[in-house]
C-alpha cells in the first residue's frame, strides 16, 4: 500500500516515490486502482477520506456534469446520526460494487440502442447500401476494363466482354 503523508504546508508526500504529488496525483492512483493511505504527518492520523471527499468536492465544481445533486447531498445528510446510517453505507457501495460489475455491458447494450436508433447512422448505412447498388450498375470506364482483362488473362480466364464475343462467333 502506498503511503501519502500530508503535511501542514497542504503539501503530499509520496513516501514510496519519495516526492511531492498533487491531488490530480491522487485522482489518478484511485483511477488505477492502486491501494494508498493518505497519513496526517504529525499525528499519523488517516486522512485518506478527508482527501478523497476533496477530490470530489474539486471535480463536482469543475462542471464535468454532476453525480452529486443537491437533493442526494440533502438525503445524504440526513442520513448521518440516523438508526439506518451504517446500512445506507453498505447499500451505497453494494450498489456502486454492483453497477461496475455491469459496467461494461451496461455501456455496449446503451451504445447498441443509441447506434440503432440514431438518424444519422441509419442514413449512413442506407447511404452505403445505395452507392454499393450504383456502383454495381455503374458503366466501365476503358481502364477498369482493361485492368480486368489483365487480371483475368494472367489467371488464365476469359473476361465477359471476350467470353460474350467468342460465344457470338461459336453461334455464327
Not at 484511485?30 to 470530489?56: A, P, Y
Not at 463536482?60 to 453525480?67: C, I, K, N, P, Q
Amino acid at each position: 500500500m502506498r503511503i501519502l503523508r500530508k503535511y501542514t504546508n497542504r503539501r503530499l508526500y509520496d513516501t514510496s516515490r519519495s516526492c511531492y504529488v498533487t491531488l490530480e496525483d491522487v485522482k489518478q492512483l484511485v483511477l488505477n486502482g492502486e491501494n494508498f493511505q493518505v497519513q496526517d504527518s504529525k499525528t499519523g492520523n488517516d486522512l485518506t477520506r478527508n482527501i478523497l471527499l476533496q477530490i470530489i468536492s474539486e471535480q463536482e465544481a469543475e462542471g464535468h456534469g454532476t453525480l452529486l445533486t443537491n437533493q442526494v447531498l440533502q438525503q445524504l445528510i440526513r442520513f448521518y446520526g440516523d438508526s439506518m446510517q451504517g446500512m445506507m453505507s453498505q447499500y451505497l457501495e453494494q450498489s456502486i460494487a454492483a453497477f461496475l460489475e455491469h459496467q461494461d455491458r451496461i455501456r455496449e447494450q446503451m451504445q447498441t440502442m443509441m447506434g440503432a436508433a440514431n438518424p444519422l447512422t441509419m442514413m449512413g448505412r442506407i447511404a452505403d447500401q445505395n452507392m454499393a447498388v450504383w456502383n454495381m450498375f455503374a458503366p466501365r470506364t476503358a481502364e477498369e476494363e482493361q485492368a480486368e482483362a489483365a487480371k483475368n488473362e494472367s489467371a488464365g480466364t476469359e473476361s465477359p466482354s471476350e467470353a460474350a464475343g467468342s460465344k457470338d462467333e461459336t453461334d455464327k
